[in-house]
């Protein structure tokens, strides 16, 4: 067993090392990198001067009670992506504050996965925790290959790391509050999480930076690659892995995209299929390549996006429309019988339905719109209020219209802006449910049709801004060679 001195190193000589790597890790605290390769280079140097194999940075998840890998040094793929850190069974005392040593992590119970710690050759640990105006937002972690006692002069170096560590997070939210101050039209509100501010370094295709992208304009999280599922065994040893491309923890959701051929889907959904046969808690959704298409075209980008399209049949006629749009005036007029509903409407879906609707319910209703930000337009970086409620909503009965829900990512941003403005109630109308490309649940009290996964215009859906004024609901096809 090893004291921290190592051989042949005087206690002078230690203390004068850590003092000298403190020094430069406080400039790099405030440098004007980005925080992950600050985060990156006090890992680095904390572990080289801590003679340890590996040190990592841990940012907490409030909302999933979960540690993130924010960055590492010499902890290799696998061990990084072997499952969740539950941020109360590893190491959990560091959340309330303290200091936690570990002299053998492949026995100590406080270690979550200590057969993989054991395999990974941690011997020992210490968990410093990361405290930002009273809160504990992370923790640093030292690993070593030999089991050892930590001094206290290594528990005040690395105190004083994970301090310097908590200033880098805070330096890096202020920058992104200022930038979002200085952009036009920017709504700054609260500090972007400390998880959001680091992203991986480079994607492995450029669709998964685009979809990233879309992600953080809707203001969903999502952590790239962060666990490995070992499908297939060879003895104790694994043979096969999937490591899905996206999580996205406020939904609980894995996102694989493929943007690879039709035929080589194949042996993609092997692997999903056999992810869900031995993981059936884990809820995953495959991105085909025809899927992104679609999803970027409907933004206006993509093969598909400025493609020339023809109305190649009627999906819902003009009389299907009003007869099922009086219906659910029906419903909701009797649901919401002595109240008076305010309705809220998206523009500019919402301009067909709204008005036939609002005919249909026999109770004295007010109405309201707002508008949001697009995606496609590029003067944006995330989803925002670009027309507001005209008045206050709190104790009112609020119903949502809108023409169409397809991923829900626009419906979950704006419930979610409206909830905190305390109405009495909130509901939502949706005219179309296209439930097959959803990737956000949300609520839906009233549903007009439930439709295919086609591109749909008409009665006030567009596509590129044309054909808002059909009067029936049809499909549209790319023309041949722009549909593949
Ligand atoms: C449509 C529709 C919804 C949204 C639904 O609006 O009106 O608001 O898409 O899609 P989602 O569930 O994938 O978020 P669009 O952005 O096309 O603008 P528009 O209403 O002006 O046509």
Redesign the pocket.
């Known amino acids: 067993m090893l004291n921290s001195f190592g051989e042949g190193t005087t206690m002078g000589q230690h203390v004068a090392a850590y003092y000298q790597v403190l020094q430069e890790l406080a400039t790099e605290a405030v440098s004007g990198d980005t925080l992950r390769d600050t985060l990156a280079t006090m890992a680095k140097k904390t572990a080289s001067a801590m003679k340890s194999s590996g040190c990592s940075v841990l940012l907490f998840d409030a909302a999933s009670r979960r540690l993130l890998h924010a960055v590492s040094h010499g902890l290799s793929d696998w061990y990084l992506r072997k499952g969740f850190l539950d941020a109360d069974k590893s190491l959990g005392d560091t959340l309330e504050g303290k200091v936690v040593t570990v002299l053998d992590a492949a026995t100590d119970p406080r270690v979550q996965y200590r057969e993989m710690a054991q395999r990974q050759g941690i011997a020992s640990m210490v968990s410093v925790p990361l405290r930002q105006r009273g809160s504990i937002i992370g923790a640093l972690r030292v690993y070593t290959r030999e089991h050892r006692h930590f001094s206290t002069d290594d528990i005040a170096f690395l105190t004083a790391v994970a301090g310097l560590a908590a200033v880098a997070v805070e330096n890096a939210q202020l920058r992104e509050l200022e930038a979002a101050r200085d952009a036009m039209f920017s709504q700054p509100d609260v500090p972007r999480l400390a998880q959001d501010l680091i992203r991986p370094i480079s994607f492995s295709h450029p669709s998964e930076e685009e979809f990233a992208r879309l992600l953080d304009f809707y203001k969903i999280q999502w952590m790239y690659e962060p666990r490995s599922f070992p499908l297939e065994w060879d003895g104790d040893k694994v043979k096969e892995m999937f490591t899905p491309d996206f999580y996205l923890p406020e939904l609980d959701l894995y996102v694989e995209l493929t943007t690879m051929k039709q035929e080589l889907i194949r042996e993609k959904t092997r692997k999903l299929r056999r992810l869900k046969e031995l993981y059936p808690e884990v809820n995953i959704k495959l991105l085909t390549k025809r899927d992104y298409h679609r999803l970027l075209a409907?933004y206006g980008y993509g093969p598909l996006g400025r493609a020339e399209v023809n109305v190649e049949r009627i999906l819902l006629s003009a009389p299907q429309i009003q007869r099922r749009v009086r219906q659910l005036g029906k419903a909701i007029s009797g649901d919401y019988a002595g109240r008076s509903p305010l309705l809220i409407g998206?523009?500019?879906?919402?301009v067909c339905f709204m008005p036939d609707l609002m005919r249909n319910i026999s109770l004295p209703v007010s109405v309201d719109f707002m508008a949001i930000s697009?995606y496609g337009d590029q003067e944006t970086e995330s989803v925002r209020i670009i027309k507001d409620l005209d008045r206050s909503i709190a104790g009112l009965d609020v119903i949502m219209v809108?023409?169409?829900?397809?991923?829900?990512?626009?419906?979950n941003y704006v419930l979610h802006y409206l909830a905190a403005r305390n109405p009495a109630s909130l509901e939502v109308c949706t005219l179309l449910d296209k439930r097959v490309r959803r990737l956000v649940d949300v609520p839906l009290k009233y549903i007009g049709f439930e439709v295919p996964d086609e591109f749909v215009v008409g009665y006030g859906?567009?596509y590129n801004g044309e054909f808002r004024n059909l009067p029936f609901i049809g499909i549209v096809t790319p023309s041949p060679t722009e549909a593949k």
């Open positions: 409907k998206i523009l500019k879906g919402v697009y809108e023409d169409i829900v397809d991923t829900g990512m626009t419906l859906l567009d």
